[in-house]
């Protein structure tokens, strides 16, 4: 497995402001990935982040609200932009571990950080 | 692209009686299906995952049976306990364990 942090945990921000996400993983990994869970909701994708490579956006999510950074093997960053209370979600990161003597790789989540919107 | 349906929204069980959850995936191309559980204010747990080479898998009180010709997957908890009490969650990718697409979930709740 691997061992994943986020910053802040949580945050109650005003809307039209802005807020920097980051996700630390304890070992390199290739592709990292960043989800929303809305209030009672199931998990949806935003983003899939490679390092040395622009993050690919899922449909419905655009680089200009939730732009990405992935400086190394090990952070990457989320920032939510120009914030509006449907923003209100948690915001989780996650990353993709390969398998070890011929097990398959597998999907591992940070415990997730808590926005809320005024 | 994929789509995840999920099997009850909720579910409520006695203690040590067996729980199942299901999930039919829209894309035929799918090839790894993970199951999470969720614990409330928690992040999601992987608790076990099948790919589709194999038709089931098990982990002590928890197993998952594949069916691809059906295009559903099923998650099975025997001998429920009060800690089984979280929302589960199912998945389905078709690049492996990247891009996964989830179902709505399930609110388990195990009777004591």
């Known amino acids: 497995s691997a061992v994943i942090s986020q910053k802040p945990s949580r945050d109650i921000c005003q809307r039209g402001t802005s807020l920097t996400i980051q996700c630390q993983v304890d070992?390199?990994?290739?592709?990292m990935f960043w989800y929303r869970q809305q209030p009672g909701q199931s998990l949806t994708l935003i983003a899939t982040a490679n390092q040395g490579s622009e993050a690919t956006y899922e449909s419905g999510f655009v680089i200009d609200k939730f732009p990405i950074s992935r400086p190394n093997l090990t952070f990457s960053t989320l920032t939510v932009s120009n914030m509006s209370p449907e923003d209100s979600s948690i915001y989780l990161c996650?990353?993709?571990?390969?398998?070890?003597?011929?097990?398959?790789?597998?999907?591992?989540f940070g415990p997730g950080t808590r926005l809320t919107v005024l | 692209g994929e789509n995840v349906e999920q099997h009850p929204s909720t579910l409520s069980v006695q203690e040590g009686d067996s729980a199942v959850i299901k999930c039919t995936y829209s894309?035929?191309?799918?090839?790894?299906f993970p199951w999470y559980k969720q614990e409330l204010g928690k992040r999601p747990q992987l608790i076990i995952d099948i790919r589709s080479n194999v038709g089931e898998k098990k982990d002590q009180r928890i197993a998952v049976t594949l069916n691809k010709t059906a295009k559903h997957f099923s998650l099975h908890i025997t001998e429920t306990q009060p800690e089984d009490s979280a929302v589960y969650f199912c998945a389905a990718s078709t690049l492996g364990a990247q891009k996964l697409v989830f179902g709505q979930g399930t609110r388990l709740t195990i009777n004591p």
């Open positions: 996650s990353v993709e571990v390969h398998g070890l003597a011929g097990g398959g790789d597998t999907q591992y």
């Open positions: 894309d035929s191309a799918s090839n790894y």
């Open positions: 070992s390199q990994v290739t592709m």
